[in-house]
């Protein structure tokens, strides 16, 4: 038993499970189920689990709270992130009230990681606020009842590093993101398990990677992270078609919930410094093809309401063809566009990381309904954009890594209430 949950520890799920494969105690059971989910069976991983925490007895809380995280982090491998998560929390509790910090800081990064795959991501800070020293290390009660810091161990740290660089991404805190990313890797060397090296890797890499396009004209320019941070963070009026917003500074008006409203700001932006004629406005608003009077008049109520929320930074200014944007303060207009074409950047965004994900849990991330999702994922299915496997309720879908690019921008985050 020893050796084999040395092996997993090691990220060497096969020698693991030769030394246990015949036996069916809990202790046996919870380590195959690791072992399993090491290996990619996470079906069989959660039964496994499930059995060893019915196996272990009343007195055994310690134990049984430990196959509810493992069974919590097989469940967010299979991107299974709906539901109550009270019993992970009750889990935490038990570890914590037994003096294992270890497998504390496992469940709270479980909880943090599904944050961010749902977006939350004020909600993923305050998980992580509870690390010490930026996290690497764990607060460990004393015998006198003060705390002293200990060092997580090698793995633990690198995940640890990992999610606190994706929320500092998600976050466009590229420095922070860069330092944890930093750390990230010691720890991975000093843990020497191959698929956490990769992923530090795979992370590495999205600093390099184009995230956005800078529409100037008819042409484009690929931007990574840093430089896409610099534009945001410059005098211009930033008319942000990743995020689905419209900035300067300190103040950004959302426009994610009013699509028609982005799409006229998104044509004003793309003709500045000229104008935009009314049935290219009509056209790339409502996708009307021979507008009427009716759609010539709701476009004059769509350019008012326009007008009226960016009224702080710009001017909508009517033409003789159609209207212009005209910025305060003599500024420059930026243009930001996602790395791929069309609507769906944000299920592709999600279905990039190689995970089989259901549409439930694809709707409860995008916050949307699950029937608008399975609509869309039909017709990405159609393009060959997505792959589906299983029937009915077993059905996941998979999508190859969106490669040349990194995804960040694209990822959903929870907007706040109207």
């Given at each position: 038993?020893?050796?084999?949950?040395?092996?997993?520890?090691?990220?060497?799920?096969?020698?693991?499970?030769?030394?246990?494969?015949?036996?069916?105690?809990p202790?046996?059971?919870?380590?195959?189920?690791?072992?399993?989910?090491?290996?990619?069976?996470?079906?069989?991983?959660?039964?496994?689990?499930?059995?060893?925490?019915?196996?272990?007895?009343?007195?055994?809380a310690?134990?049984?709270?430990?196959?509810?995280?493992?069974?919590?982090?097989?469940?967010?491998?299979?991107?299974?992130?709906?539901?109550?998560?009270?019993?992970?929390?009750?889990?935490?509790?038990?570890?914590?009230?037994?003096?294992?910090?270890?497998?504390?800081?496992?469940?709270?990064?479980?909880?943090?990681?599904?944050?961010?795959?749902?977006?939350?991501?004020?909600?993923?800070?305050?998980?992580l606020?509870?690390?010490?020293?930026?996290?690497?290390?764990?607060?460990?009660?004393?015998?006198?009842?003060?705390?002293?810091?200990?060092?997580?161990?090698?793995?633990?740290?690198?995940?640890?590093?990992?999610?606190?660089?994706?929320?500092?991404?998600?976050?466009l805190?590229?420095g922070?993101?860069?330092e944890?990313?930093?750390?990230?890797?010691?720890?991975?060397?000093?843990?020497?398990?191959?698929?956490?090296?990769?992923?530090?890797?795979?992370?590495?890499?999205?600093?390099?990677?184009?995230?956005?396009?800078?529409?100037?004209?008819?042409?484009?320019?690929a931007?990574?992270?840093?430089?896409?941070?610099?534009?945001?963070?410059?005098?211009?009026?930033?008319?942000d078609?990743?995020?689905?917003?419209?900035?300067?500074?300190?103040?950004w008006?959302?426009?994610a919930?009013?699509?028609?409203?982005?799409?006229?700001?998104?044509?004003?932006?793309?003709?500045w410094?000229?104008?935009?004629?009314?049935?290219?406005?009509?056209?790339?608003?409502?996708?009307?093809?021979?507008?009427?009077?009716?759609?010539?008049?709701?476009?004059?109520?769509?350019?008012?309401?326009?007008?009226?929320?960016?009224?702080p930074?710009?001017?909508?200014?009517?033409t003789?063809?159609?209207f212009?944007?005209?910025?305060?303060?003599?500024?420059?207009?930026?243009?930001?566009?996602?790395?791929?074409?069309?609507?769906?950047?944000?299920?592709?965004?999600?279905?990039?990381?190689?995970?089989?994900?259901?549409s439930?849990?694809?709707?409860?991330?995008?916050?949307?309904?699950?029937?608008?999702?399975?609509?869309?994922?039909?017709?990405?299915e159609?393009?060959?954009?997505?792959?589906?496997?299983?029937?009915?309720?077993?059905?996941?879908?998979?999508?190859?890594?969106l490669?040349?690019?990194?995804?960040?921008?694209?990822l959903p985050?929870?907007?706040?209430?109207?």
């Amino acid at each position: 038993m020893a050796a084999s949950a040395r092996a997993l520890a090691a990220g060497d799920p096969i020698r693991a499970l030769n030394g246990i494969s015949l036996r069916d105690d809990p202790p046996a059971l919870a380590l195959r189920g690791i072992a399993m989910a090491q290996l990619g069976e996470y079906p069989r991983a959660c039964e496994l689990l499930r059995q060893a925490a019915r196996g272990f007895g009343p007195h055994e809380a310690l134990a049984r709270a430990r196959c509810v995280v493992a069974e919590a982090e097989v469940a967010l491998a299979m991107r299974e992130i709906g539901g109550s998560q009270r019993e992970l929390a009750a889990a935490a509790a038990a570890l914590e009230a037994h003096g294992d910090l270890q497998n504390v800081l496992q469940a709270r990064l479980i909880a943090a990681r599904r944050l961010l795959l749902l977006g939350l991501l004020d909600e993923a800070e305050g998980a992580l606020s509870r690390f010490d020293e930026g996290p690497t290390a764990l607060a460990h009660p004393a015998a006198s009842g003060a705390s002293r810091p200990r060092e997580l161990p090698p793995s633990l740290a690198a995940i640890a590093a990992l999610v606190a660089a994706e929320l500092s991404l998600r976050r466009l805190r590229i420095g922070a993101a860069r330092e944890a990313l930093a750390r990230a890797r010691q720890a991975a060397d000093r843990a020497r398990i191959p698929a956490i090296l990769a992923e530090v890797s795979e992370a590495c890499a999205t600093l390099e990677h184009p995230a956005a396009r800078r529409i100037i004209g008819q042409h484009e320019q690929a931007l990574r992270l840093d430089e896409v941070v610099d534009i945001l963070e410059s005098d211009a009026l930033v008319v942000d078609g990743c995020r689905r917003r419209v900035g300067a500074g300190p103040t950004w008006l959302p426009l994610a919930r009013r699509p028609v409203l982005f799409a006229l700001a998104r044509s004003l932006a793309e003709a500045w410094p000229g104008d935009v004629e009314r049935q290219r406005l009509i056209a790339s608003a409502f996708r009307i093809r021979r507008p009427d009077e009716t759609h010539r008049a709701r476009l004059r109520v769509e350019i008012g309401r326009l007008r009226s929320l960016v009224e702080p930074l710009a001017r909508i200014e009517a033409t003789g063809p159609g209207f212009a944007l005209v910025p305060h303060d003599g500024r420059s207009v930026a243009l930001l566009a996602p790395p791929v074409d069309g609507d769906r950047g944000s299920l592709l965004a999600l279905l990039a990381d190689g995970a089989a994900w259901s549409s439930a849990s694809l709707a409860l991330a995008m916050d949307a309904s699950q029937r608008t999702v399975q609509r869309e994922l039909t017709e990405l299915e159609a393009a060959g954009q997505v792959r589906a496997i299983g029937r009915g309720r077993t059905r996941r879908w998979l999508a190859a890594p969106l490669a040349g690019f990194a995804t960040i921008l694209l990822l959903p985050v929870v907007l706040p209430p109207r």
